[in-house]
């Protein structure tokens, strides 16, 4: 079996390096595309490049198998889903598997996801819980649009000569002729992380320079949700984490943070070791004394506007659910905090 993965990538240090080392010994090839779309210009030298040292990186990387090629033009991409694209004309694997510079695998999972496709030929698609972590190693994302399975990320496809991306967001194929691509066998993140512990660790929402970057893309994306406020959701919400209800971009449901048990995959403990990295020592405290109280709270409160929302309970009952879970305001975080709660009062209201 052989096993195309599929990199987009800008600015990708201080991951890019390891992402390569990781996926080497399981690639048929890398198919890296390098280059910025035109909403991140902010970010990008003049011709579309990353401002680090990626691509170097990429070029200077040991390649002694040529697994590795790189796609680049001078320029800016129109959006993602081209540059999903550009590896999807050169792919030539059985597989294509689309990974991210910061999302990564435990070696292990990886060669567990090639055994079951290698056994079970029929499946054509493949999705992965995601654990999402958050200015910290140790901390990860609750909640928020992760209340709706958007914790599951389509990752692999099985691969054909004319088959391309219709989005990359979210992760959908066309045909031949251009029509989305019907999928007859699909396997489910759930089924993975269940039966077999795999997930992919997301390191989108540690390092600054990366949040900062993502967050003014997003603010241009017209999604709506709290996202048009990107900028001054990273400083205000990540930054001086004023708000331990609004941990992610999205402003609702609540979302939260909670401790991660477990351990990373080895290259990352190779790259922190490394890079010489620092816990952010507000956090790690955060996450062994009041992490509980607001976590509670905010799963709480989006269970109860979940039922009310599919009409498992009725509005009313629902709101006053919702207000016996507002904190004594002792603090601005819980006053922050209720703020969350109380837009989640009122959206309840309004189903």
Known sequence: MKISFGIIVHNGEPFIKYQIENLYPFAHEILIVEGAVEKFK???TPEGHSKDDTLEVIKNFPDPSSKIKLITREGFWPEKTEMSNAYM??????????IDVDEFYRKEDIQKIISILSENPEIEQVSIKTLNFWRSFQAIMQGASYAYGADEFIRIF?????????????????????????????????????????????????????VKSKSSYYAQMGWGKGCEDGL???????????????????????????????RHPEIIEEMLKEIDFREDSFILNFLKSDWKKYAEAGERATSIYLKAESREIGKLKAAVSILKLLMPPKDLMSIRANKSIFKTLKRSLAI
Not at 194 to 199: D, E, F, K, L, Q
């Open 232 to 262: 001054k959701w990273a400083e205000d919400c990540w930054e001086k984490f004023q708000n331990p209800l609004r941990i992610h971009l999205i402003d609702f449901p609540p979302s939260w943070i909670v401790p991660f048990v477990g």
């Open 158 to 210: 099985k691969f054909r000569r004319g088959l391309r991306y219709l989005t990359h967001r979210p992760p959908t194929l066309m045909d031949e002729n251009g029509k989305e691509l019907k999928i007859k066998k699909s396997l489910n993140a759930k089924e993975l992380f269940t039966n077999h512990g795999i997930a992919m660790y997301h390191y989108s929402y540690v390092f600054p320079e990366g």
């Open 42 to 44: 902010h970010a990008s």
């Open 89 to 98: 004309d050169a792919c030539s694997g059985d597989y294509i598997w689309q």
